[in-house]
Nanobody, 121 residues
Framework: QVQLVESGGGLVQPGGSLRLSCAASGRTFTMAWFRQAPGKERRFVAI????????YYADSVKGRFTISRDNGKKSVYLQMNSLNPEDTAVYYCAASRSIGVFTTTPGYDYWGQGTQVTVSS
């Protein structure tokens, strides 16, 4: 069983930046960030392959968010720039036991507890 622990959420003004971190307790392959706004389903934000050679982004965050990972530290990161109120959500780190690329929640075996990101003036 792999545990994931997120950190880095908070309150930020529109146009600001945040960096989310997720530390894993064991080895993982494909990793991703999802987010869930109140009353909405959990949706993928960004995905990174096991060796970091490929990344994928939801259209809504392309050009503003960057996913990266450090396998030596068993960590994945999400740099979020030019934040706007529509980015407000609970952000979840997810990890798969597979090297496949999945944009939906069933593709992931492990989930963090979530970290709140609020974009507001």
């Amino acid at each position: 069983q792999v545990q994931l622990v997120e950190s880095g959420g908070g309150l930020v003004q529109p146009g600001g930046s945040l960096r989310l971190s997720c530390a894993a307790s064991g080895r993982t392959f494909t990793m991703a960030w999802f987010r869930q706004a109140p009353g909405k389903e959990r949706r993928f934000v960004a995905i990174i392959t096991w060796n970091g050679d490929k990344t994928y982004y939801a259209d809504s965050v392309k050009g503003r968010f960057t996913i990266s990972r450090d396998n030596g530290k068993k960590s994945v990161y999400l740099q979020m720039n030019s934040l706007n109120p529509e980015d407000t959500a609970v952000y979840y780190c997810a990890a798969s036991r597979s090297i496949g690329v999945f944009t939906t929640t069933p593709g992931y075996d492990y989930w963090g507890q979530g970290t709140q990101v609020t974009v507001s003036s």
